[in-house]
T-cell receptor, first 115, second 110 residues
Framework: DTEVTQTPKHLVMGMTNKKSLKCEQH?????MYWYKQKAKKPPELMFV???????INESVPSRFSPECPNSSLLNLHLHALQPEDSALYLC??????????????FGSGTQLSVL | SQQGEEDPQALSIQEGENATMNCSYK?????LQWYRQNSGRGLVHLIL?????REKHSGRLRVTLDTSKKSSSLLITASRAADTASYFC??????????FGAGTRLFVKA
């Protein structure tokens, strides 16, 4: 199984809503990532978890709250988002060989619209 | 700021032609990777070249790396309509930080 599964595929939410994005992989990867991608732009790194511990937070606003409950799951909790947060949110995983910068396996993303 | 910049931003070619995309980056890297993205969905890893390598091949793909110029190129030979996608270079400076370039949108006309 070389898949990273993201749910939901599409999400529309109001600025006062609380929602969560979910990501799952069963490749035994111990590093998991959240990227944000605006239309016609490259993905931007948000968070990295290594062995279920937060390793990188790229100064992301606190209205985005990541969680890694176990080695296969990664969540992104959303609260009080702004319309400019509308984007494609991509989850990725990699083997945990930090020194080598391993290739990333991406999910198909959640297209988020904030109204 | 982005680590990598790519050119051209967009490329339109006929099926059977070769497509070349270039990438430049700003700081020393551990490796450089190329990814493909169809229609704004998930990215697919194509090839990884390490800082001590100069050239790498995978099927119809050829990647070169020039660390002295901080640049890389991706060549797709004998392109097909199915190669139509956005292509991103991504530089890894060590550890978990893989930063993507602006991307090249390739359109292959049948």
């Amino acid at each position: 199984d070389t898949e990273v599964t993201q749910t939901p595929k599409h999400l529309v939410m109001g600025m006062t809503n609380k929602k969560s994005l979910k990501c799952e992989q069963h490749m035994g990867h111990r590093a998991m990532y959240w990227y944000k991608q605006k239309a016609k732009k490259p993905p931007e790194l948000m968070f990295v978890y290594s062995y279920e511990k937060l390793s990188i937070n790229e100064s992301v606003p606190s209205r985005f709250s990541p969680e890694c409950p176990n080695s296969s799951l990664l969540n992104l909790h959303l609260h009080a988002l702004q319309p400019e947060d509308s984007a494609l949110y991509l989850c990725a995983s990699s083997q945990e060989r930090q020194a080598f910068g391993e290739k990333l396996f991406f999910g198909s993303g959640t297209q988020l619209s904030v109204l | 700021s982005q680590q990598g910049e790519e050119d051209p931003q967009a490329l339109s070619i006929q099926e059977g032609e070769n497509a070349t995309m270039n990438c430049s980056y700003k700081t020393s890297i551990n490796n450089l990777q190329w990814y493909r993205q169809n229609s704004g969905r998930g990215l697919v890893h194509l090839i990884l070249i390490r800082s001590n390598e100069r050239e790498k091949h995978s099927g119809r793909l050829r990647v070169t790396l020039d660390t002295s110029k901080k640049s890389s190129s991706l060549l797709i030979t004998a392109s097909r309509a199915a190669d139509t996608a956005s292509y991103f270079c991504a530089s890894n400076t060590g550890g978990f930080k893989t930063i993507f370039g602006a991307g090249t949108r390739l359109f292959v006309k049948a």
